[in-house]
Structure formats: structure tokens, C-alpha cells
């Protein structure tokens, strides 16, 4: 089936600890995109990327880095500079002016 | 850069009745694609509609249908026949057009939350 997956579906980050989300598409999309979804803040692009081996930085970019080695991959690191990272990462692909496929998301909590 | 504002943090319908939820946005761009999606609580983002700023004719998906007025710069959700499935978050979301070039990001709201009242 065609589909987004992330991967996991609950994360648990120990103070000072890097972590990896995953993203994978089959869906042939150029464009890939993470959010961060807070209570009452909708969502927040975080990365996006147009096309392999180019990403740009979205509006909460600080403490979050990514590569785009292959089309069908966005792996998104949350460095220990990001001070609040509990929060629900959402990913999504599309094609360029097409709507949005979304992940069915990964829950991070830092204990 | 463009913005897009839900103003509405919550609504409540009544089953069967019909509820409109507003969203503008601001750009400098001529042509660009908007879209409304919905959160359930699962979770799952899934697109509700789709609309095409250069085509006049507002789109439709059964129950779904918008109201947009591109002078205005607002893109309304109208939900008719409003059902107990329809209770969820939902976004407004903003994406330039292919033709305008790179970084075309897709820009959400902050999103309504709609419950739908037995």
C-alpha cells in the first residue's frame, strides 16, 4: 500500500539525549515536510524539502536538524539544544502544489 | 511570508445542522492552492477539501463545500448536515503555487476545535 509512515509511534528522550524521528514515503512526492503540533498552536513547520540533498528551514527550526539523502526518506534529529521538545511531530509528503499526505505521527516526551 | 489566522478556537453544532468555520489568510501571491483539513481524535490528518485560488467556482465535497472570496483574502468551511464523525480539529492551510518557484511550504492555522452535538 502507498502510503507515509513514521516511526515510532511514542518516543521517550532523556534530558541532554539526541533523538531521531523516522519518515518514509512511497508515494513518489518530492516535497516532505515536519511539524510540531502544541496545544493551541496548530501546527508549526519546522523542516521542508523540495527535493533530495535540499531542505529549507521552517519558523521553528532551532534544536531540529534534517537530511534528505533519498526521496523517499526525512528523518528529523531533535538536538539537546531544543529545550522543550515534548511535543507531536507530524510529517507529511506531497507533490509540488498538491495536498498534503500526513504520517500518523510520533509522540516525543522528555522524562 | 504568508500567514493564515483561525480566529474561532471552538465551535458546537448541533447534529444535522449546518456550521460554518471562518479562516483568512495574507500573501502577496496571485495564484496558490488552499485547503482545510481535519484532525480527528485519532490523530490522523486527512484532507477535507481543495481549492485553486485562479478558479472562481468554490469547491464542493459532498457535505463539505467553501466559501472563497480571493478579494478578501477568506477561505470558509461550510459543514451541512452536520454528523457525530465530523467532531474533530480543523485546519485552514495555505501553499503558494507550483508556478511561483521553490519554497512553496505549506502554512497551517491554529486550527478549530468543532464538536458535534447529539
Known amino acids: 500500500d502507498g502510503g507515509i509512515t513514521q516511526s515510532p509511534k511514542y518516543l521517550f528522550r532523556k534530558e541532554g539525549q539526541n533523538v531521531t524521528l523516522s519518515c518514509e514515503q512511497n508515494l513518489n512526492h518530492d516535497a516532505m515536510y515536519w511539524y510540531r503540533q502544541d496545544p493551541g498552536q496548530g501546527l508549526r513547520l519546522i523542516y521542508y524539502?523540495?527535493?533530495?540533498?535540499?531542505?529549507q528551514k521552517g519558523d521553528i527550526a532551532e534544536g531540529y536538524s534534517v537530511s534528505r539523502e533519498k526521496k523517499e526518506s526525512f528523518p528529523l534529529t531533535v538536538t539537546s539544544a531544543q529545550k522543550n521538545p515534548t511535543a507531536f511531530y507530524l510529517c507529511a509528503s506531497s507533490i509540488l502544489g498538491g495536498e498534503a499526505f500526513f504520517g500518523q505521527g510520533t509522540r516525543l516526551t522528555v522524562v | 511570508a504568508q500567514t493564515v489566522t483561525q480566529s474561532q478556537p471552538e465551535m458546537s453544532v448541533q447534529e444535522a445542522e449546518t456550521v460554518t468555520l471562518s479562516c483568512t489568510y495574507d500573501?502577496?501571491?496571485?495564484?496558490?492552492?488552499l485547503f482545510w483539513y481535519k484532525q480527528p481524535p485519532s490523530r490522523q490528518m486527512i484532507l477535507v477539501i481543495r481549492q485553486e485560488a485562479y478558479k472562481q467556482q468554490n469547491a464542493t465535497e459532498n457535505r463539505f463545500s467553501v466559501n472563497f472570496q480571493k478579494a478578501a483574502k477568506s477561505f470558509s468551511l461550510k459543514i451541512s448536515d452536520s454528523q457525530l464523525g465530523d467532531t474533530a480539529m480543523y485546519f485552514c492551510?495555505?501553499?503558494?503555487?507550483?508556478?511561483?518557484?521553490?519554497?512553496?511550504?505549506?502554512?497551517f492555522g491554529k486550527g478549530i476545535t468543532l464538536s458535534v452535538r447529539p
Open positions: 492551510a495555505f501553499m503558494k503555487h507550483k508556478s511561483s518557484g521553490a519554497n512553496s511550504k505549506l502554512t
Open positions: 524539502s523540495q527535493i533530495v540533498n535540499d531542505f
Open positions: 500573501t502577496s501571491e496571485n495564484n496558490y492552492y
